[in-house]
């Protein structure tokens, strides 16, 4: 039983040593800094419609603007990072040295996505910790001007801005395992990416499919219908900062469910990226 769970322990220690290492390589990268830089700029742009005095609307205008920033560059990110942390080891044959060492396929996979979803969380923290920043210093200067729109306090609530960037982050972790996924028998990044794009659009009309599935005649295209909406993840899900905007709260326990539903593809994706990788000649 001790060598069981030593070797376990040991299994875990190698995919969280590569996951720091991918982290790293993806931090110096100039994309990360160059997305960051057109989010911040976006955000501040959204600065230039105070002169038009819009009271408690330009608050939901920035805030819509920081969501949308946060999925569109985010997605770009999770994409590129994940399809050049994993197949940039092969491009580069690093890989041959990396599995030449006590280290499984399922260890360096677990890993790369480790590396990419730390990326990931770390863009958007930044980003979510800006939006909130920038927020409260526009609401703290509407209130000074318009008193009697804020006559009960502050109308936004910066944990639900909070909650939505981490479900950003569960989002793009199900996108990054995808592209993981296809890069585990791709034979080109530039495939990994085109497919993750793809995907990521499927993705968010994913529900669309639901919606229809059942309510044609055809017995192929409800198949069809079928396959996609169980397949793919439903990203739509996730797009709940309008509510947000309008000074709506989610439960706990919608926040529960869509990490639930998150991990659930995730470990999925991956599993199947383990398998295939599994069976890759390199």
């Given at each position: 039983?001790?060598?069981?769970?030593?070797?376990?322990?040991?299994?875990?220690r190698h995919a969280w040593l590569i996951g720091k290492t991918s982290y790293l390589e993806t931090v110096r990268m100039k994309l990360f800094y160059a997305l960051l830089a057109l989010s911040l700029?976006?955000?501040?742009?959204?600065?230039?419609?105070?002169e038009f005095n819009f009271g408690s609307?330009?608050?939901?205008?920035?805030?819509?603007?920081?969501?949308g920033g946060m999925t569109f560059f985010g997605s770009i990110l999770a994409i590129v990072t994940a399809s050049q942390l994993f197949y940039g080891e092969i491009e580069d044959r690093t890989v041959f040295t990396i599995l030449a060492k006590p280290?499984?396929?399922s260890e360096f996979v677990v890993g790369k996505f480790i590396g990419a979803w730390f990326c990931i969380v770390s863009?958007?923290?930044?980003?979510?910790?800006?939006?909130?920043?920038?927020?409260?210093?526009?609401?703290?200067?509407?209130?000074?001007?318009?008193?009697e729109v804020f006559s009960e306090g502050r109308l936004l609530n910066y944990?639900?801005?909070?909650?939505?960037?981490?479900?950003?982050?569960?989002r793009l972790g199900m996108l990054g395992s995808i592209v993981i996924l296809f890069s585990s028998y791709a034979t080109s990044s530039l495939f990994s990416i085109i497919i993750g794009v793809v995907t990521w659009i499927l993705g968010q009309l994913q529900h669309l499919a639901v919606n229809a599935w059942g309510q044609y005649d055809s017995l192929f295209l409800n198949t069809i219908l079928f396959i996609v909406s169980i397949a793919l993840p439903n990203f739509h899900l996730y797009d709940f900062g309008d509510k947000i905007a309008l000074?709506?709260?989610?439960?706990?326990?919608?926040?529960?469910?869509?990490?639930?539903?998150?991990a659930l593809?995730?470990?999925?994706?991956l599993s199947l990226a383990v398998l295939s990788f599994r069976e890759r000649e390199l």
């Open positions: 039983m001790n060598e069981k769970l030593n070797l376990s322990f040991w299994n875990m700029f976006s955000l501040g742009c959204s600065f230039l419609l105070q609307d330009e608050l939901k205008f920035i805030m819509d603007f920081g969501f280290i499984r396929r863009f958007v923290l930044c980003l979510t910790l800006c939006l909130m920043l920038s927020l409260f210093v526009r609401e703290s200067i509407l209130m000074s001007q318009y008193p944990l639900d801005v909070l909650g939505f960037g981490f479900m950003q982050c569960v000074g709506e709260s989610a439960s706990i326990s919608v926040y529960l469910q869509l990490v639930g539903y998150g593809y995730c470990a999925l994706y």
